[in-house]
């Protein structure tokens, strides 16, 4: 059974910062489209990040770009999420999901594999 586990959640400052982790068993994240996802109380999930398999170049919501960095580390097939300067507006639980198909998928019907979430709660 696939298993994306995120981790590196937690209460900060705002204007500080956190990286979120996503570890995958079963599957190799680098033959899949990667996607980082938020969903704050109340609001609908959004999309923050995204690339497609083999080292994609990440796209990035205009909400975070120049603060949040996507990345992964194929040696340990994990991928991150640096995020800096961060917000109030950035709370939420944070998701990683994978996808099978080849593109760099902004809509998150496009992915098969989801993490449990991890809380990023910002203070301000």
């Known amino acids: 059974q696939v298993h994306l586990v995120e981790s590196g959640g937690g209460l900060v400052q705002s204007g500080e910062s956190l990286r979120l982790s996503c570890a995958a068993s079963k599957i190799m994240l680098d033959d899949y489209g990667l996607g980082w996802f938020r969903q704050a109380p109340g609001k609908e999930r959004e999309t923050v990040a995204w690339?497609?398999?083999?080292?994609?170049?990440?796209n990035y919501a205009d909400s975070v770009k120049g603060r949040f960095t996507m990345s992964r580390d194929i040696a340990k097939n994990t991928v991150y999420l640096q995020m800096n300067s961060l917000k109030s507006e950035d709370t939420g639980i944070y998701y990683c999901?994978?996808?099978?198909?080849?593109?760099?998928?902004?809509?998150?019907?496009?992915?098969?594999?989801w993490g449990q979430g991890t809380q990023v709660t910002v203070s301000s």
């Open positions: 999901a994978a996808a099978l198909g080849p593109k760099a998928y902004r809509d998150s019907d496009e992915y098969e594999y």
């Open positions: 690339a497609s398999r083999s080292g994609g170049i990440p």
